[in-house]
């Protein structure tokens, strides 16, 4: 796609510190919003939050394996992350993601997500880009890397509860969206939202998550004019949350050609589920 490789993998880190400072300026915006809806309590909280975030960008940042002082992995933690982009496929649903969701890459993503360190998501994007240089193997795959080339393609985020913005204090998945739509010359549009508030996802079984999430969003297309949208989120399991918000989306007259994600969990099926 003509873009130009950033460095390898313990300098894109390093990198990722730098560039960080306009991550943490777009944070901003899910804060204050979150800012206004929350009660007192909440506020410290989310005020706690926003300093830790601009402090894991302007003080000298640790490896975020071995704590040492440099950068967010260190040469010595070279090996515990190593991302290996591949397609993923959800049933009839396609998409790209930068690594398989192991060890060293669940360590990166809870970095970002529960300690604040919002530098890494220039990392996460960085490391979802190289997925697009992948070559398509079938019309399906074609279809996404296309859109993924045209400038009227959106790039929707999936949603978070109104309790997990409090309790991080930002959207991670978002704050990837942009990012990413910075480096392909996309723009994001924020028309996904939840319509009812489903359970943790995280304790339910295969067949329990999708009818957990069944009919939970709704979706407000930018105009009148059907456009081509390319959902985003950080994780992808079962893809219950991806498919439904392709339901919600296709629903308006847009289309989903497809999704990026930063991780994929193989899945595990469970055997109470499948009787």
Not at 80 to 106: F, H, I, K
Not at 146 to 152: G, W
């Amino acid at each position: 796609m003509g873009r130009s490789r950033e460095p390898g993998s313990s300098d894109a880190l390093r990198h990722s510190r730098l560039v960080g400072n306009t991550d943490s300026f777009a944070l901003s915006t899910d804060l204050v919003c979150a800012y206004f809806d929350a009660s007192f309590g909440d506020k410290l909280s989310l005020v706690t939050r926003a300093l830790t975030q601009i402090l894991d960008v302007v003080l000298p940042t640790s490896c975020i394996f071995c704590e040492s002082l440099g950068s967010h992995q260190c040469a010595a933690c070279e090996q515990r992350y190593q991302p290996t982009p591949q397609w993923v496929e959800r049933q009839n649903l396609v998409g790209l993601c930068a690594t398989d969701l192991t060890s060293g890459a669940s360590i990166l993503l809870r970095a970002a997500k529960d300690q604040g360190r919002t530098a890494l998501i220039a990392r996460m994007a960085h490391d979802v880009s190289h997925a697009l240089d992948l070559a398509a193997a079938n019309e399906e795959q074609e279809r996404l890397l296309d859109a993924l080339r045209q400038r009227d393609t959106h790039l929707v985020p999936i949603p978070i509860s109104a309790e997990a913005s409090l309790i991080r204090g930002f959207d991670v998945v978002s704050s990837l969206t942009r990012k990413m739509s910075g480096q392909l010359g996309l723009q994001t549009h924020r028309g996904l939202r939840l319509v009812r508030q489903p359970k943790d996802q995280r304790r339910l079984g295969v067949q329990d998550r999708f009818s957990n999430l069944q009919e939970a969003m709704g979706y407000r297309s930018v105009d009148s004019i059907s456009r081509t949208v390319v959902l985003v989120d950080d994780v992808v399991t079962t893809g219950a949350t991806l498919l439904e918000a392709a339901r919600a989306v296709n629903a308006t007259g847009d289309i989903v050609a497809g999704f990026i994600t930063f991780a994929q969990t193989r899945r595990v099926l469970d055997a109470k589920n499948l009787k």
